[in-house]
């Protein structure tokens, strides 16, 4: 980056304003008052510190929280040290490529070129790869990632992280065997994908079931690994 970074929600706010032209950013106009402040905003902070803790972000319809916990959170990331490494996941694949050509906008807008000097050298449908060796790669959760992950295997500054963007579409309600299936790949595959113990494992979401992927880790006795 070009000089000390400047703040994640300042960067937010900077970026919305300029380069998306948003200019009632954090204005309450669905009785959800303070929510970027008093939830995105501190749970990627504390994230970006390597405050290397799994989060749970269970918030309603266009609260834009995948874009404030998400595209946001990896764009600044990439910023501040280009090695960085996130495995962005959801059941939407679409969700998946609508998110991306937003991070891609952010990422070639000349207002990120003149706070950070990150370099990206080859994009696609499901990857961005910067000079300095980062990666973000994104992919559908039933669909295979093998030798992908998040995060790096330098444990001392945070470098990364799994991002898992809403796991349970609405109609996952009325598909139990579906919600189920979301479930046991979370157990069984995504959270082998962390590089080092360190790396976290960020939940972006809505409650739909007592049985979907937030219950199933509130439920559960073990911490989620």
């Given amino acids: 980056f070009r000089g000390d970074p400047i703040p994640y929600k300042q960067f937010v706010i900077t970026m919305e304003r300029v380069v998306f032209e948003n200019k009632v950013l954090l204005k309450d106009s669905l009785g959800f008052p303070n929510y970027l402040e008093k939830t995105i905003f501190p749970c990627v902070e504390r994230n970006l510190k390597n405050d290397a803790r799994n989060r749970l972000i269970n918030a309603p319809p266009k609260t834009a929280k995948s874009k404030y916990a998400g595209i946001y959170h990896m764009a600044y ?7 960085s490494r996130f495995l962005y996941i959801s059941t939407d694949e679409k969700l998946l490529a609508v998110q991306l050509r937003i991070l891609l906008e952010i990422m070639q807008s000349s207002l990120y070129k003149g706070t950070f000097t990150t370099e990206i050298t080859s994009r696609s449908l499901l990857n961005i790869s910067t000079k300095g060796g980062g990666i973000i790669s994104s ?4 669909a295979g990632i093998t030798g992908l992950g998040g995060g790096t295997f330098d444990t001392e500054r945070y470098t990364g992280s799994i991002i898992f963007d809403e796991p349970h579409p609405a109609h996952h309600l009325h ?19 962390r590089r080092n113990i360190n790396v976290p494992i960020i939940i972006i979401g809505q409650r739909i079931s007592d049985n979907d992927l937030f219950g199933a880790l509130l439920r559960s006795e073990r911490e989620y690994p």
Avoid at 175 to 185: A, D, G, H, T, Y
Wanted: charged share 20%; no cysteine; glycine share 10%.
């Fill in 139 to 142: 992919r559908g959760i039933l």
């Fill in 175 to 193: 598909q139990p065997s579906l919600m189920q299936e979301v479930v046991n790949k979370f157990y069984d595959t995504l959270v082998t994908r």
């Fill in 77 to 83: 990331q990439m910023g501040v040290f280009e090695g």
